[in-house]
């Protein structure tokens, strides 16, 4: 194994024989990316024109199981922003914004504006998401809400392609890039410059500004000052712009970036909140036994559905964040800290990573498993014309791995919950002794064992 | 081609490409699309189909929501059942022409009974036109109430009556002479001819009820019994007493002007034994105006309707010795 960099514990995967040429190509992501691109158009057809009926629903059932399947349970947590690097919505604008599929070749289409600097946080992403999750019951359900959203999406992206330069909308707007970016944190993958004097020498920037040879840094992050993965788009872009082969793909411990006190911000710290609420709403919506919580959810504009939405966003927004407020103070109390609540409180925030990711790996698990079945008969017949593709058309409904079920949710959630604790003692020991370190952190640590006993209820029984 | 090109070509092979052959290619275009879904969100799609008299139509259907069933009235093609987002393929070819009903044979919702279509069938007839139902042809006004003025002590009983040992004389029991006329009815002329002198009142009744049985047959109140459970317990309920399942629901609905009336309670003998059974056929039929009772005529045959009719009278009648 090689050290590739001052950091600790870190290995370069571009040493690998091959690893290198195939991410430097750009046919690879390329085919992946025009692959899912094909799927992501054919996801909003069937949306819009196959089946009405969700369960059979090639839309439905691609995107809503086995995508969220691949991105939560797996992309995510071990790939941090791999989605990103093939995700099929921004490249239709992308493409035009270039003026080219591949390498950088002339003159493109476009405004180019810079993206405003007060919008330049993630707070419209945290609105975006929030938004999405008001109708979740609905697009989750209806295959027609489906296609309008996922051809939103593609329609926002290019908009944002034409009007501002780069991939605003992946850095800005994109819903699910919010979340990927927050959790990318926890991936055990990171790209990052082996050397920073090289960088820092290096004039050109053309990690940045682009070269012949590929484009500057679509999600406006400069590489050499990359610290943590949430805004790196593991596009591959810098690796093959660096004449100075300057760039590594480590191999790291997870949760790295977590640990890391720099740039922590509000709008990150209320993504951790507006994601743990979410997946625990998620949960009781969803998974729960409250008929009437599920009919206020899916009856979008009815009274009933206005207070599941302020109920909903209530919670995420204030009442989760409110009841961490008190137990970062109460730990201030504890500790006799003297640090600024705000300061503390965000970063504290970051301590509820590991929990939310693994509250959402928990309540993907049942889901998906139990519906993963599904996913034959839509393939077999994607548009519900009757054909069998697979030999699948006719399998019936059946959920996978009941049995295991709640030992994998109760292990995932008290793994989140043992390693938001440590985290959070962690985090709070950067600016205190390891005794008020403890104190400061044992009330977060009670926040965290309520809401997991919360998830475990919910998905658990 | 340089790699540009070529990537361009790809990103329209298979992005554009792709989902637009797997949209166009159609597995059957000979075949008609029906798409179901309960009545409240438009029922059958399309719902008026034209087909010609011995050439065989394709049908593919298919249910946007919950579970259906299809049948075509007055056919002996079995029903099937049409399961949401899948495709059921079926062929039917009509010997006769006319105006066929095909409807929903699942309790899909509420308005089940109106999830009907119709298959205009063109062609040269070949067989006689039906005739109109008995309670047309006797001039009977259906929708006029009926009590009985007369009721049994005990439920009338056949088995108690066969052991009277009485023989119900030709001109009392015909079928011409069952039909137009009530039990009450049935049972006043029983009682003031002179085979029942010396009968008590109930013996009477009990001879009512041999008589009803009469008329009947094992395997016409089991075809009754199939039926009645098929597509009329959800409101009747299975005892008869009108506490189905969707009942309260039904009477509640506000599409009718008025109050709607109550489901029919065939387990109360004022209403049922003061019922003729050609007037029960004919709000089978016809169904009832102005209440939420839905027509058969179309769907059930002749055989079947009155099958049905012997069935509700054992809601009020013995059959067998009780165990």
Redesign the interface.
Known sequence: MTLTSPRTRRFDLTRLPLVKPLLRSRWPQ??VT??A??GF??AI?TGL?G???G???FGIVFVWIAWWALLMLIAVPLLGRGWCSICPIPVPGE?LQRG????P?GRGWGLARRWPRRLRNIWLQNASFALVALFSAVVLTQPAATGIVLAAFLFIAVGASLIFERRAFCRYLCPVGGFIGLYSQIAPIEVRVKDISICAAHTEKTCYIGDAEGYGCPWQSFPGGLAKNTYCGACMECLRTCPHDNIAINLRPFGDDLIKPIGRRLDEAFKAFIMLGSAVAYSAVMLGTWGDLKSAAYAVGSGEWFAYAIAFLAFIFGVLPGAFLLAIVAGQRLSGSTAKTKSTFIHMAYALVPLGLAAWIAFSLSFVFTNLSYLW?ALS???????NLLGA??AQWTPYLTQAMPMLQAIVLLGGLLWSSATARRIAGERLSARAAMRQSLPVAGFCLIVTAGLLGLLIG | MNAERLARFIVIALAIGLPFIAVIGSPDAQAIEIHGSVSETGGWAPADLTATAGRPIRLRLTSDDVMHGFAVGQSDAPAVDVKPGEVTELTLTFDQPGKYVFYCTRWCGLNHWRMRGTIQVEGQATAASDEPPLYVKLGLDIDAAHPAGVLPALRPSAARGAKLGVTIPAEFSSLDDYRPRSPVETWGAFRGASFTRGLSDQDVWDLVAVDWRSHTTPEAMQVGARLYAENCAACHGESGAGDGVMAAAIENQSHLDHAAKPVADFSDPVSMLGAKPAALQGKIVRGGMGTNMPYWGPIFTEAQTWALVDYLFAFQFEMEDEP
């Open positions: 390329f085919l025009v692959i691109l094909s158009l054919f057809i024109a089946t009405p009926v369960s059979r629903n493409w080219a599929v591949l390498k070749n008969p017949d994607p548009l519900g014309r009757g054909w058309a006719h």
